[in-house]
């Protein structure tokens, strides 16, 4: 019912910039809180940031200080502003929506965008 469209991956170098965007798109639901998470290869996918349909954020300690996650109600997206990037900051990362439809929660999750930070 709900599907995820992620943007904004690609090769940065190192102190470098970008922004990923995620725009959630169908019907018959609203959403609460949504989330950035990355996943390294032979690593656990990891929270980098959420913000809650009340704009109360979380951060990973690693990206503390570098990275700004941001919503759009009105366009139901979630944006992530990712500075000074580091070369371990390189991973697929994804989007995470918390979302309710006749009075169920279920998470829902886009296909991914790899950012890969090198030289």
């Known amino acids: 019912q709900v599907q995820l469209a992620e943007s904004g991956g690609g090769l940065v170098q190192p102190g470098g910039s970008l922004k990923l965007s995620c725009a959630a798109s169908g019907s018959g639901f609203s959403i609460a809180t949504m989330g950035w998470y990355r996943q390294a290869p032979g690593k656990q996918r990891e929270l980098v940031a959420s913000?809650?349909?009340?704009?109360?954020?979380t951060y990973a300690d690693s990206v503390k200080g570098r990275f700004t996650i941001s919503r759009d109600n009105a366009k139901n997206t979630v944006s992530l502003q990712m500075n000074s990037l580091k070369a371990e900051d390189t991973a697929v990362y994804y989007c995470?929506?918390?979302?309710?439809?006749?009075?169920?929660?279920?998470?829902?999750w886009g296909k991914g965008t790899l950012v890969t930070v090198s030289s």
């Open positions: 995470k929506v918390e979302v309710w439809s006749f009075n169920t929660r279920m998470n829902r």
């Open positions: 913000i809650t349909n009340g704009a109360l954020t």
